[in-house]
């Protein structure tokens, strides 16, 4: 049974320059009441049946809340119709209706009401409510004494124990602490298997994985993806991933036209030495070397020979050097050094660390990476070339930024490979 | 309709709260407080008994009585309705996130008038009392009219406080229609005053019947003329279904406009 159904739903907002709200501006200045239209919503066909928990996702402003607030009927659509059956409760923002002057205990009472609930009603879930939001010593202290994660805990405790039908949660939860949220989970389970209908916003993937029978991936006001929760976050972080694999690209061009810009002075040379892992990142010069051999271009390539900034981890990688020799020189070692954005080295290396013999110097030179089997998170490569000394020739730090998705939830730096026995 | 009035009553409890709150912040608890209300009308009755049994010299027998029980129920009429027409805006946090049957708010603008009105009551029966007029039988008609009134001052509630979401200096407009609705009222004087021909005119301002009819209970002591009732109920009835229509309609924009 359906308790939710959207049929082509539109919504739009009209953003005023200079709104008149009298009687006297609307009828003297009518041309003044300019406002542009936009459309948060456009045309949602969407079905909801009883017991099901929905994941809501998508990007900031993609029209996630505008879509709960319709439901909740705060706001009603410009087309379309929106069908609820059952009692509804919704957590949009935090602590609406509450009083800072009255106690936690008074404002339960005042918010439960203002949920519909009587005051027999109300007495009965006093104590759940109050147990729930783990707030026994601070009940009767007036609410402007509590902290956001205590208001939160106080506003989620009444939302999710009014024993409605449908409970719409907008991202609330992200102000409590791990373990409040864990409760909140667990309840949120316990409602669930209940039969009560969810339908909640969340940027967290892994709790929408964990939580919900269906996702729905809002983008730019339409429903980009609904259905398998998995299916949809992979649609989703693919999205993403090719969206910020465009800046990347860009993000990488400015900071080579920049370091190429910039003058090197002499004195650094003499300073910076040794293989790539001993840089320190607190020096703001990004780029030294007396320039005798120069780097021209770096890129990355997948297994495909597709310039990438966007890897899955274990995928294979490779790295392209291409530059020109400015003064004949007697060695040449080539390095790259992988660095995390929090400045962690997670790997470095260069041909004569590897023993690779550079004979010839014909502008370019790969390095290929079978298994790039980094974790998730942005990360950052530098280039060198130097003597064998480590005297720099031409260093470039942070000359591209990549970034690398696992669909797992491992922690670290690197994926070590691994297997799991049973004895 | 049904529908709303059922999700209304189911609401009540929100009502209530709010009404305690109001009343609450209003005598802040104390009996000073409760006569600390009173302070604004006696001082009208003051100024008005003043000006109309030395200067204008109406010729009426313990003015102030005849004034005091017309006085109080205008002053919730006039009171309630002004107030309404902000309370959208001053809850405007309640009704930009949650949902609830959004006439909750002028409803309990109106409803804490209405006991702020009857705790108004008993001090008019004891000037009643003490000022040798008395109270006879006829007072047992007096939840009628109070009924009405109240019908009456919802309707209009309901309008202004929905309008006031669009037109927001409605608020301090009514304050001048107020004024000038008071004296276009049978308040200070009494209604055999007004000139034969004029006459039709104030009927058609459907607070007339109600002042009139609280007069004819509390201060002459007589039952009041029913046919007139009769028609002002069905007048209150007619338009309150038209205001809260409206309101129904203006209601959908409220969280987008505040
Ligand atoms: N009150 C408003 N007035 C004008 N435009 C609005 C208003 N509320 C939202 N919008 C616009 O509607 C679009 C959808 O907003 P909405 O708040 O629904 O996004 P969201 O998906 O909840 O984003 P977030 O993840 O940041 O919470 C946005 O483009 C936003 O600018
Ligand atoms: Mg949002």
Redesign the interface.
Known sequence: MDVIKVKDVWKK??IYHDKG????E?ILFKNRNRYEERWALKGIDLDIKKGETVGLIGENGSGKSTLL?LL?????PNKGEIEIKGK?S?L??LG??F?PDMTGRENI??N????????EE?DKKLDDIISFSGLEDFIDNPVRTYSSGMYMRLAFSVAINVDADILLIDEVLAVGDTSFQKKCIEKMVELKNKGVTIVFVSHDNNMVKRLCDKAIWLKNGNIASQGIVKDVINNYLDHLNTKSNIKCTEDSKNEINSTNNQVISEREVSIEKEEVKDIKPANKNKRWGNKYVEILQVDMFDKDNKSKHIFISGETVRISIKYKVNKKVDDVVFGIGIFRDDEVCCYGTNTFIDNYKIDKLTGRIDVEIDNLNLITGKYYLDVAVHDKFGLPYDYIKKILSFNVETRTEEIGVVRLAHKWHIL | MIENIKEIYRYREMLKNLVKKDLRTRYKGSFLGFLWTFVNPLLQLIVYTIIFSTVMRINIDKFYMFLFVGLLPWIFFSTSVQVSAGTIIANKDLVKKIYFPREILPLSVVTSGLVNLLFGFIIIFISLIISKIGITVSLVYLPIVIIVEYIITLAFSFLVSALNVYFRDLEHILGIVMMAWFYFTPIIFPIRMIPKEYLKYFFLNPMTPIIVSYKDILYYGRSPDFLMLGISMLIGLLIIIFSYNVFKILQKNFAEEI
């Open positions: 907002y009209k709200s009298t009687l006297k609307r607030k909740t009927k705060i706001i009603y509804v919704s949009l923002e609406a209706g009083h009472y005042m439960a009401s203002i949920f519909g609930l009587t005051k109300i």
